[in-house]
């Protein structure tokens, strides 16, 4: 069982950054995938940024640019750095872990707004 918090929600201005970080309670290393996944109300969840053990980042068009997925895996923690922030980035923001089992965080509450 491996448990991830997530941390560095709030609100925040249009064209705001913010950092999340995801904590996790087992080495990150063995994991070989970490992501950062999004809920805004009544959509569906939505992957925002990916690293694998190796490092290698992947994300969607709609964030490309403006977030920034590390990892520090002495720390077993895992960052995304968000940019440029629109209202339409208002969402409750989670972290997964893909070890031999995926496990995902509570959440943190992102809003953009004026």
């Known amino acids: 069982q491996v448990h991830l918090v997530e941390s560095g929600g709030g609100l925040v201005q249009p064209g705001g950054s913010l950092r999340l970080s995801c904590v996790a309670s087992?080495?990150?290393?063995?994991?070989?995938?970490m992501g950062w996944y999004r809920q805004a109300p009544g959509k569906s969840r939505e992957l925002v940024a990916a690293?694998?053990?190796?490092?290698?980042?992947s994300y969607p068009d709609f964030v490309k640019g403006r977030f920034t997925i590390s990892r520090d895996n002495a720390k077993n923690t895992v960052y995304l750095q968000m940019n440029s922030l629109t209202p339409e980035d208002t969402a409750v923001y989670y972290c997964?872990?893909?070890?031999?089992?995926?496990?995902w965080g509570q959440g943190t509450q992102v809003t953009v707004s004026s």
């Open positions: 997964k872990g893909s070890f031999i089992n995926s496990y």
């Open positions: 087992g080495s990150i290393s063995s994991a070989s995938v």
């Open positions: 690293i694998t053990s190796r490092g290698t980042t």
